[in-house]
Every structure is written in structure tokens, then in C-alpha cells.
């Protein structure tokens, strides 16, 4: 009897400490190492909007012309293999005024890898974004997952972590009006929005997106780039 109580109190250890290390891995607020930034805490009506992965050629038109025709500057997340796979996007992203982070090189899942691998995931974009004329301490990890491994390599090479408070749920919202009026009703000042918009299935997103601009400016907010949202918060921090 005392034997199966240890191994049952053995068991239940070892479900909270994967259920605990599972929570961890993806909080958006919190990590092990390093700076992690998920909002801004101020009361000016100012929102970061930034879109993950890519870039395409599609996407890049798709969400360039948009944003233009509405006259906001965002930051965009990329990935290394498809800077690599589509050059001249990143570049196109710049020269419109929008800012650019880095989005590892692989997109893949990054737990439980070896020092070399959150290396070259890191520091490869790293080199891809500096050939493009980019230099940047933005980093975002795929699926926004991380534990000790990559937070640590991220803060080696001089990025500082950025997750978000809002993010799109294509999964309850199929229709563009809907999907923009979730994303719309959660903003707070100081919020940093996710969207997806640069992949062809990402067609809900792209559409929402000129209905989520204007949903924001209709309650007062600004928007602003990660960088500008973080510098706000750091000066109105030192006041
Ligand atoms: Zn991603």
C-alpha cells in the first residue's frame, strides 16, 4: 500500500512538472531568461500591430497595400528560410517604413534542442536581415514557444523577446467582420496585436485586416511600430 502511494505521489510529480514546464513554455508574460515584453503599460490610446512569418510575395503585396492605404506603419516577424527563398521582400517592407524582428530561421518547434540549433535559428536570420540592410533586437520564437534554450541565445545575441496580448482566433472566426470585432474588442493602450496574413489559407486575416484599422481608429487608438510602442513605455516608465 505505502509503495503504490510513492509511486502514485512519483506520478503526480511528474504530470505537474510537465503540465507546470508545458504553461511555462508558452506564457506570453514570462520567461526563465532574458527580456520579454507581451504589452506596454500606458494610458495614451497607442497599439502595436505585428504580423508573423513569411515574407511572400503575395502576402507582402497583400498586406503592403493595405497598410498604405491606410497610412500605418507596422512590424513584421520573418523567417530565415523564406527571406532566403523570396529575397527582396524584406526590403520592400523597409523601404514602405515598417520595422522588421526576427522570427528564427526554421519555424520550427524549439524545445528540448541543442545550443547549436537555437544558434544558427537566431543568428542565421540574424546575418539574412543585416545582407538586407536590417538591424534589429526584435525577436519573436515560433508558435511563441520557449523555455531556457532559445531565450538564452536570444539574449547572447542581443535581441530582447516579443510576444503579444492580443492575437487573432481564426479558429472561432471564419468571417472577416467577426475575426476584426474579437481582435478589436480586446485592445487595451499599450497592446501588441498578432495577425498572420502572409500565407494563401491566411485569406480571413488579409481580409480583416483594413476592417481591424479602422475598427481601432474609430475607438481613438494609434498605431505604432513594436520599437515606438517599447520606447513609450520605457519613457513613460522613467517619469
Ligand atoms: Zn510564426
Known amino acids: 500500500m505505502r509503495k503504490r502511494t510513492w509511486w502514485l505521489a512519483g506520478l503526480l510529480a511528474v504530470a505537474v512538472l510537465a503540465v507546470g514546464t508545458h504553461m511555462m513554455s508558452k506564457s506570453r508574460c514570462f520567461q526563465l531568461v532574458g527580456d520579454v515584453v507581451c504589452r506596454v503599460e500606458t494610458d495614451r490610446r497607442i497599439v502595436a500591430l505585428s504580423f508573423d512569418d513569411g515574407p511572400t510575395p503575395e502576402g507582402t503585396d497583400a498586406v503592403l497595400a493595405t497598410l498604405e492605404e491606410y497610412g500605418v506603419t507596422a512590424t513584421f516577424f520573418l523567417i530565415g528560410n523564406r527571406l532566403e527563398r523570396f529575397p527582396g ?42 545582407e538586407a540592410g536590417i538591424v534589429t533586437d526584435l525577436f519573436r520564437p ?23 496580448d492580443v492575437e487573432e482566433r481564426p479558429e472561432d472566426f471564419d468571417d472577416p467582420e467577426e475575426f476584426a470585432a474579437d481582435i478589436v474588442s480586446r485592445v487595451e493602450p499599450g497592446s501588441i496585436i498578432l495577425m498572420h496574413p502572409m500565407y494563401r489559407h491566411n485569406d480571413v486575416a488579409r481580409a480583416a485586416l483594413p476592417l481591424v484599422l479602422q475598427g481601432l481608429a474609430a475607438r481613438g487608438y494609434e498605431i505604432v511600430t513594436v520599437g515606438e510602442l517599447l520606447a513609450h513605455g520605457e519613457s513613460a516608465a522613467s517619469q
Open 142 to 164: 515560433p508558435f511563441g514557444k520557449r523555455l531556457i534554450g532559445l531565450p538564452l541565445e536570444v539574449d547572447n545575441a542581443g535581441y530582447r523577446t516579443i510576444m503579444w
Open 89 to 130: 521582400q524584406a526590403e520592400r517592407l523597409t523601404a514602405a517604413g515598417h520595422e522588421i524582428g526576427n522570427h528564427s530561421y526554421s519555424h520550427q518547434r524549439n524545445l528540448f534542442r541543442s545550443r547549436d540549433f537555437y544558434r544558427s535559428e537566431v543568428r542565421d536570420t540574424d546575418a539574412l536581415l543585416r
